[in-house]
């Protein structure tokens, strides 16, 4: 892993230690952060799984009903029957915070006359199966409402965790090997310096001895 | 308050009239990618459904509004029966997230 170039001082290498364990302990948070988000998610997920395949086989369900319903009554009276419903549903939308992502939620509210079947066709244009189908949609309602929520909470905390899961990986393998280097670096080439100082001490120290010495000598040949 | 929509071929969305949805038939791809951006744009949507067989078709455009908190735009089976593309992006989102396929796996 390249350091990144700075001035071999015992000031920066300091600072770069420092980052080191900034970045040490961002690092394990985000993996903290990463590993809940993933139960939640999978959680969803699971969830999610199973209700869509419930959902996908009830809609074949209902559209097996309705074709029956639309080849045994004329189109027209079919778009007659449906046109104006009596029900009328909306969605109250909140918004929950899921380890920081803003995820929607879902509240089916379904606004029919009181004492109404639900039904908004006269019974005497209509086939049965017109009714059947209706009804099983009906019921599917709240299962769809529910997986709308779940597959966008998904996607969602997908994003987050993908977004989670890249961070972690570039603290691990270039933030924090990158500082690491560096803190080597400073420290030997300080090291280094240390050495250099300690053999030119010796070397003068030598070189002070050696004077004194044919000082000495000098003088005992001049007596 | 927000609406429910959905978007489809004329057979498939019919039933949903009486649900109460705001139903918009289309009946080409280009019709549907204009009737997603304005319903998206009008911000009175909370939850978009539409049928597989332009779910596959506007894939991009659905793909736009992923990151967007609302609205869900959910893919249902059409006509057809399920062909496997709603699962299959739940599956996606499964990839994307953990890096591997750990729930479809058989």
């Known amino acids: 892993m390249p350091e990144i170039r700075v001035n071999p001082t015992r000031m920066e290498m300091k600072k770069t230690q420092a980052r080191y364990q900034t970045a040490r302990k961002g690092h394990k948070l985000l993996k903290d952060k990463r590993d809940e988000l993933m139960k939640q998610f999978l959680d969803v997920v699971r969830e999610d799984k199973a209700l869509r395949e419930r959902v996908e086989a009830s809609i074949e369900k209902v559209h097996?009903?309705?074709?029956?319903?639309?080849?045994?009554?004329?189109?027209?009276?079919?778009?007659?029957?449906l046109i104006c419903p009596k029900k009328e549903c909306s969605l109250e939308v909140d918004y929950k915070n899921m380890m920081s992502v803003i995820v929607p939620t879902f509240h089916l509210d379904v606004l029919a006359d009181s004492g109404s079947d639900g039904y908004n066709y006269g019974l005497a244009f209509t086939s049965g199966?017109?009714?059947?189908?209706?009804?099983?949609?009906g019921e599917l309602l709240e299962d769809l409402v529910r997986m709308a929520e779940l597959e966008k909470t998904a996607q969602l905390l997908a994003e987050e965790i993908e977004r989670t899961r890249r961070r972690v990986n570039a603290l691990e393998y270039i933030l924090m090997p990158q500082y690491l280097a560096t803190i080597k670096s400073i420290?030997?080439?300080?090291?280094?310096?240390?050495?250099?100082?300690?053999?030119?001490?010796?070397?003068?120290?030598?070189?002070?001895?050696?004077?004194?010495?044919q000082q000495k000598q000098d003088e005992d040949e001049e007596e | 308050m927000s609406k429910i929509g959905i978007i489809g071929d004329r057979d498939a969305v019919l039933g949903f009239m009486a649900l109460g949805f705001s139903v918009h038939e289309i009946s080409s791809a280009e019709e549907g990618a204009k009737l997603l951006h304005t319903l998206?744009?009008?911000?009175?949507?909370?939850?978009?459904?539409?049928?597989?067989?332009?779910?596959?078709?506007?894939?991009?455009?659905?793909?736009?509004?992923?990151d967007l908190p609302l609205p869900a735009?959910?893919?249902?089976?059409?006509?057809?029966?399920?062909?496997?593309?709603?699962?299959?992006h739940v599956k996606e989102a499964v990839e994307r997230a953990v890096g591997a396929d750990i729930l479809f796996k058989d």
Do not use: C, H, W
């Open chain 1, 64 to 81: 097996r009903s309705f074709t029956i319903a639309s080849a045994v009554t004329s189109p027209k009276m079919l778009e007659e029957a």
């Open chain 2, 40 to 66: 998206v744009r009008s911000n009175e949507y909370g939850v978009i459904f539409i049928t597989e067989n332009y779910a596959v078709a506007l894939e991009d455009e659905i793909g736009k509004y992923k």
């Open chain 1, 129 to 137: 199966e017109l009714d059947t189908a209706l009804r099983e949609l």
């Open chain 2, 73 to 88: 735009i959910v893919s249902i089976p059409g006509k057809e029966g399920s062909t496997g593309y709603g699962m299959n």
């Open chain 1, 187 to 213: 420290k030997m080439k300080l090291d280094e310096n240390e050495r250099g100082n300690t053999t030119r001490l010796m070397k003068v120290k030598d070189m002070m001895l050696a004077a004194q010495r």
